[in-house]
Nanobody, 123 residues
């Protein structure tokens, strides 16, 4: 398995931006497709974005499409989530996850998870 550590969360005003990072260690990072998920209080964890091992394919939830960008730097063993035009409804704990599948959007297919980073958006 790969070990994942998220960073970059914090408090931001609505309309602002944040960039989350997820640093990986352990097995070869470039062999994993990566995803970001989030969980707001009282809600189930939901898919946000995913990226293939090469970075050539990306996928987004409709709620963040056009505002969030997922990317990766395999040389740095890091995946990023650039979040722009943040809304109060984006507030959640954001989790980074890794899967050995080519790519998937299903939470159950991701075998490695980080501890999460809190994003708070003030209105």
């Amino acid at each position: 398995q790969v070990q994942l550590v998220e960073s970059g969360g914090g408090l931001v005003q609505a309309g602002g931006s944040l960039r989350l990072s997820c640093a990986a260690s352990g097995r070869t990072f470039s062999s994993y497709a990566m995803g970001w998920f989030r969980q707001a209080p009282g809600k189930e964890r939901e898919f946000v974005a995913a990226i293939s091992w090469s970075g050539g394919s990306t996928y987004y939830a409709d709620s963040v499409k056009g505002r969030f960008t997922i990317s990766r730097d395999n040389a740095k063993n890091t995946v990023y989530l650039q979040m722009n035009s943040l809304k109060p409804e984006d507030a959640a704990v954001y989790y980074c996850a890794a899967t050995e599948l080519v790519v998937t959007l299903r939470e159950a297919d991701f075998g490695s998870w980080g501890q999460g980073t809190q994003v708070t958006v003030s209105s």
